[in-house]
């Protein structure tokens, strides 16, 4: 089956740096595009990054400088480097994987991210 593992989460001082990953299994990786999107507590989920099959990127205006998208298609892994963080960096942050032409898409379970100030 399907399984999208993040990892790298975990409590960081203001203007510290975290990487995420997100390991995928059970899909052709290559033909996703990958995304990381996060929920702050009463929030919507939102758009942080993603990465297309190309190598093509979009930003979140709220982390553009300040977080890097980038992708191992050998090793079926999407990361995520924040450098820079801030409190309102806070939140759980979810892997989604999208496939290009059916739309078919994955969540993983999500890692939580917490900036103190």
């Known amino acids: 089956q399907v399984q999208l593992v993040e990892s790298g989460g975990g409590l960081v001082q203001a203007g510290g740096s975290l990487r995420l990953s997100c390991e995928a299994s059970?899909?052709?990786?290559?033909?996703?595009?990958m995304g990381w999107y996060r929920q702050a507590p009463g929030k919507e989920r939102e758009l942080v990054a993603v990465?297309?099959?190309?190598?093509?990127?979009n930003y979140a205006d709220s982390v553009k400088g300040r977080f890097t998208i980038s992708r191992d298609n050998a090793k079926n892994t999407v990361y995520l480097q924040m450098n820079s963080l801030k409190p309102e960096d806070t939140a759980d942050y979810y892997c989604?994987?999208?496939?290009?032409?059916?739309?078919?898409?994955?969540w993983g379970q999500g890692t939580q991210v917490t900036v103190s100030s």
């Open positions: 990465i297309r099959r190309s190598g093509s990127t």
């Open positions: 989604n994987a999208k496939h290009t032409i059916n739309g078919l898409a994955y």
């Open positions: 059970g899909i052709t990786f290559s033909f996703y595009a």
